[in-house]
């Protein structure tokens, strides 16, 4: 079975500001790795994913995350931050393609850009 | 956007109940779930389906059942509501080349008196 854990619940940080939301992992197997954004009132979306390769992976919206195979780890960081990343981001992973496809979440960090 | 819906959106009702979600696909996705988000938890996992007519539980499934008789409805049914059971409740979708990743209706806000 897999875990995730999120340290951080909520992030606030100034507008042009870097920030890193951190997700830790727990597996016994290799695993796929995601982040996901949820804007008030609406779905998640995907922002990345880090399936194989490269351990930088770069999503939508200037974030990007690196994959630590040794400290179990998938970081989430945006150089400059906006008014508009205001949102709760949620780390999940799930085992590779074996036919089981469900995910599982971490608890959620909530992003506060404030001006 | 993948092409899923959730009814109904948002539903007040009393403890002891019944209430059915439904989660509509027109992607023609072989693999459907139901989550529920709640403060604190992230989303956790209640049923999920790898075909028609074959479900299975998640990690919090008590109190809930499912039903997949066609390949683009999902229904999650609470036979009973409690007032845990207050939460929003969102559909996922995933096919054979998405590589993991899940596709989300807009969620179900429900609120159990």
């Known amino acids: 079975a897999q875990s995730v854990t999120q340290l951080d619940s909520q992030v606030p940080v100034f507008e042009e500001a870097p920030v890193e939301l951190r997700c830790n992992y727990s597996s016994s197997v290799s695993v796929y790795l995601f982040w996901y954004v949820q804007y008030p009132n609406q779905g998640l979306q995907l922002l990345l994913k880090y399936l194989s390769g490269s351990t930088l992976v770069k999503g939508i919206n200037g974030f990007e995350a690196e994959f630590n195979k040794s400290q179990t780890s998938f970081h989430l960081r945006k150089p400059s931050v906006h008014i508009s990343d205001t949102a709760e981001y949620f780390c999940a992973v799930s085992p590779p393609d074996t036919g089981r496809r469900a995910l599982t979440f971490g608890s959620g960090t909530r992003l506060q850009v404030q001006p | 956007d993948a092409g899923i819906t959730q009814s109904p959106r948002h539903k007040v009702t009393e403890t002891g109940t019944p209430v059915t979600l439904r989660c509509h696909q027109t992607e023609n996705h072989r693999y459907m779930y139901w989550y529920r988000q709640d403060p604190g938890h992230g989303l956790r996992l209640i049923h999920y389906s790898y075909g028609v007519k074959d479900t299975d539980k998640g990690e919090v499934s008590d109190g809930y059942s499912v039903s997949r008789s066609k390949t683009e409805d999902f229904l999650l049914t609470l036979e009973s509501a409690t007032s845990s059971q207050t939460s929003v409740y969102f559909c996922?979708?995933?096919?054979?080349?998405?590589?993991?990743?899940?596709?989300f209706g807009e969620g179900s806000r429900l609120t159990v008196l």
């Open positions: 996922a979708i995933s096919g054979p080349d998405s590589a993991g990743e899940l596709f």
